[in-house]
Structures are given as C-alpha cells and as structure tokens.
C-alpha cells in the first residue's frame, strides 16, 4: 500500500471477486443446455443439476478450454495440475447440498490486470481465479408465501476471478472490473452480457488508518455494472469511516445492493472456509493441462486490449475515442487493420465510428456487424474525400445508406447531388459573388488577417451546399484577393 488518497484520515482497500459465466453449448458436468435465454423455469435442466441420487459428473472440455484461455486474459498461464473440491453449503437452489468448485488447488494462480486512473497505469494482482458450477435461482415474490426455485442457471461453469487487495478507491474499483470484463470479452471465453448476470462482481471493502493494517472488510455480493461497483464501494467506505468515527466497529459480512436505494444492506455474517467443510470431489478426475496443450491454447490469444490501445495511439485519437474502439473488439481488430494498410483512412474512419456512426448505434439503426461488414464500401467514402470528390460534411450524411444497404458510394453521392464541385469556372462563380457579399471580410483579408479567409471559404462552402472543393474555393479566393 503506497499510492492511495485517505478519506478523513482513512485508506480505504478494495478487493474484488467476480464470476463469469463461461460460453459453452453444456454445462460444467453434464450435456445439459447451457443455454436457458428462451427456456421456461426448470426447462435446461437434467438428472445431474437437479442433484438426483446416483447422478454423477463428467468435466465439460470446452469449459477447461475457456479456463485455461482466460489465464492469459490475466497475464499468466493456467496451472498444470489443478483439482475439484466440494463446497458444502445448504439453500434450495443447491439441491446437491453442495457445489463443486476449486479451492486447494485451482486452474489460475497469480496473474494481473492493468487499469488507468486519472492517465495514471496501475497493477491489480489477480490472487487466483477457480472453475465452478453456478447455482439455480430463488425468487421470493412479494407478498407471497411461497419462494420459487428456477435451476436453469445450476451447472453452469463459471470461473471466479479473485483479486488482490490493491484498489483504494471506488474509481480502482470501477477500472478494474472494467478491465477484467474487456479481457474476457477479448478472450471470448464469455457473452459478457452483464445484464444478464454473465459477468457478476463482489466488492470487498474495508476502511483502515494505519497502512499497515487492513480493517474489517465487508463484502458486497452481485453487483452487474460498473456503476454499481463504483456506487456501492463509495458507499461503503463512507458507511464504514462513519461507524469508526462514531465509536463502533465494522462487522465482517455479506451485504447486498440495493440499486433503487443506492445503499447497501446487510444480508448474513460471514462464514469462514471451514464452515464450507471443503472436500475433495471423490467423481470429478483431476485436470492435467500438459505445456503443448497450454501452448496452443496461448495461440488462439488474440490481440488484448492493451495492445489495441498503443496501436490506436499511432493514429492520435482523443482517449475517450480510444476507450470507445476499445470496448467493441470486431470494430477495433477493423481500425487496426486499416492502421496497417492507410493511416489517413484509417483515422477519418475512426473519427466515423466513434462520432457519427456511434450515435447510429446508440439509436439502433446500424449495429457493430454491420459497420464492420460494410468495410469495403467505407474505405471508398474516406478515399472520396482524401481524393476531394466529396466533402467530409457530406459523407456523413451517406453513413448509414452506405452500412445498412452496402450500395456503392460513387453511384449514390452522384445520385444525391453530393459529388465536390472542382470544377473551376462554376466554384469561381460563387467565389465572385461571395467577394461581393462580404465587403468587410475581403478588407480583413487584404489587411493581411488570414484567419478571414477561412471565413469566406466557409461562406463558399455554405452556398455550394457543402459541394465546392474547399481547397479550390481557398486557391481562387486568395488568388483574386491578391490581384484586385
Ligand atoms: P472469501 O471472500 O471467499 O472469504 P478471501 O478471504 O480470499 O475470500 O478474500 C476475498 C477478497 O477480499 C479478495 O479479493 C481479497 O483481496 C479481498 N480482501 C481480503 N481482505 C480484505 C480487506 N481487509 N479489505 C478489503 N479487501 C479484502
Ligand atoms: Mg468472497
């Protein structure tokens, strides 16, 4: 602990655990569907989930493929040998009465994420990250005397991601499960959809004076944005110091967020890992990873966040266009191809997809797959404006006939009447009559203050309807300028 801001004379730390949902067609232990987006309550669920006498589990190989994948999401290699073990716990959407999960010996040790705050770049230790089962749903509908219990959701593998205790603010918090969320979606071991719950984080917060001594912590459970991360650290840190100062003690425990309220609440205390009584699982064979295997798996890593963002740098954009490139991967591993081939389309087209064509997203009339698909024809609009047929004005306005229909943008820029105007005789036209209009910027200009011609090819520009090739408007405007 040395790089953190007290908050009334504490340090606050932060852990962070969180589960991700691995993308696979079954579950952890069994050939039932892991996919329950359109199944009914207990629908994509077999004789293994359900917890039936006799039922026994066999490891799924796509979801050891994905664990071992996201190993290198975190900057470190999955273990060799890594082994299952039973966590005992008892709730009714467990039927087994326990889960079976990794706790001696799990498949990622060590590792790291970067985060960015305030452009400063900081380390987040990964302590672990383990395989396991999720558990069902319970529902407790209001007013009702009765809980539902829905076990779709049993069985699905999952890695929980264990961080170090290096955050010290809510805006760590926040970064850091923005990044470990980014190297997922990059390692494409999870859909990341965390409205349905695929990516969920526990916060682990505690407050302390002495900076060498970590405080009681509290752990805030199941929090699915980034902004909820961020809120409920806030509010916890607030929550605990003012405890503190008011004589008390923080009680070590689970509480819940509640998003209506923005508060968090307390749920149960605490237990400890031997309450879980952790076993070894008896049926479930150790997993043995040999370093070829592992090796291929490091070939199919794709280019990770980190590297996207120095290669965009190359083309000067804003951070915040960067960040905005970085979320969607298919639109970055895109930038970057044209980074490759043709700097300056390149960044006319970045300047595209993180201004005009972002809003076309936002209102959902393109999507990401579309955008990237139309490639071909959105290189041919950024060359018609490096090779002055058209205005950059007026290639946005055919963005999005350009990505929804793919239709050629030479044929529909002439359709529309949008084709530059470098016709000399018919630009001077209305450079004269501009010179005309503006008696007191031609005198500014003649005066010597250049910025005025700026103004007049405006002018020109505006009377053209954004047609007339600038640089011809600016040649013709200056040369009469000088000659009259
Ligand atoms: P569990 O929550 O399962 O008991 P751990 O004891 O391993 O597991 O801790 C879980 C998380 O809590 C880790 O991310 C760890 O960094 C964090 N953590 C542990 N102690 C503290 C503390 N005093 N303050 C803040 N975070 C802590
Ligand atoms: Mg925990």
């Known amino acids: 602990m040395n790089d953190y801001k007290t908050v009334s004379g504490y340090i606050p730390t932060i852990g962070i655990e969180c589960h991700v949902q691995l993308k696979t067609k079954s579950k952890l232990f069994s050939g039932e569907s892991n996919d329950a987006k359109s199944a009914k309550p207990n629908e994509a669920v077999g004789h293994v989930s359900f917890g039936m006498p006799g039922a026994l589990p066999v490891l799924n190989k796509k979801a050891v493929e994905l664990a071992a994948k996201a190993a290198f999401a975190l900057n470190t290699k999955p273990q060799n040998y890594s082994k299952f073990d039973r966590k005992h716990y008892f709730y009714p959407d467990l ?140 509010f916890e840190i607030a929550r605990q110091i003012e405890l503190l100062e008011k004589g008390g003690g923080v009680v070590q425990e689970t509480r819940g967020w509640d998003d209506a309220k923005q508060k968090t609440f307390s749920q149960r205390t605490k237990e400890d890992a031997h309450d879980y009584r952790y076993m070894p699982e008896p049926d479930v064979p150790p997993i043995v990873l040999t370093d070829e295997y592992i090796d291929e798996i490091q070939q199919q890593i794709p280019i990770m966040p980190d590297e996207v963002r120095s290669k965009l740098n190359s083309i000067s954009l804003d951070s915040s266009q960067v960040e905005s490139i970085v979320s969607e991967p298919s639109v970055a591993y895109f930038i970057i191809e044209l980074i490759n081939h043709d700097q300056e389309t390149a960044k006319i087209i970045a300047n595209w997809v993180t201004g005009e064509i972002a809003k076309l997203v936002i209102d959902s009339k393109v999507n990401w797959d579309e955008v990237v698909k139309a490639k071909n024809s959105l290189i041919t609009l950024a060359d018609m404006i490096k090779s002055n047929q058209l205005s950059s004005t007026n290639a946005k306005l055919l963005l999005i006939d350009v990505i929804t229909n793919n239709v050629d943008p030479n044929k529909l820029a002439k359709e529309r009447g949008l084709l530059q105007d470098s016709d000399e005789s018919s630009v001077e036209q209305i450079v004269l009559s501009v010179i005309d209009d503006n008696p007191n910027a031609v005198n500014d200009v003649k005066n010597g203050e250049t910025k005025a011609i700026g103004f007049l090819v405006g002018q020109v520009m505006a009377k053209s309807q954004g047609k007339a090739n600038p640089a011809l408007a600016k040649k013709l405007l200056e040369s009469r300028l000088n000659n009259s």
């Open 95 to 234: 039927p087994k009465g326990y889960q079976i999960s990794q706790f001696e010996e799990p498949i990622i040790l060590g590792g790291y994420v970067d985060i960015l705050v305030d452009g400063e770049k900081k380390k987040i230790g990964i302590t672990r990250a383990h395989m396991e089962e999720d558990a069902g749903k319970s529902t407790h509908p209001a007013g009702k005397d009765y809980s539902l219990v829905d076990l779709n959701r049993a069985g699905t593998p999952l890695i929980e991601i264990v961080t170090e205790p290096d955050m010290h603010s809510a805006a760590e918090a926040k970064a850091c499960a923005k990044s470990l969320y980014l190297q997922m979606k990059y390692a494409d071991v999870s859909d990341v959809d965390l409205y349905n719950g695929n990516m969920r984080f526990d916060v682990n917060v505690s407050v302390s004076k002495d900076p060498s001594k970590l405080g009681t912590r509290s752990e805030t459970k199941n929090l699915n944005s980034f902004k909820s991360v961020e809120r409920a650290v806030e």
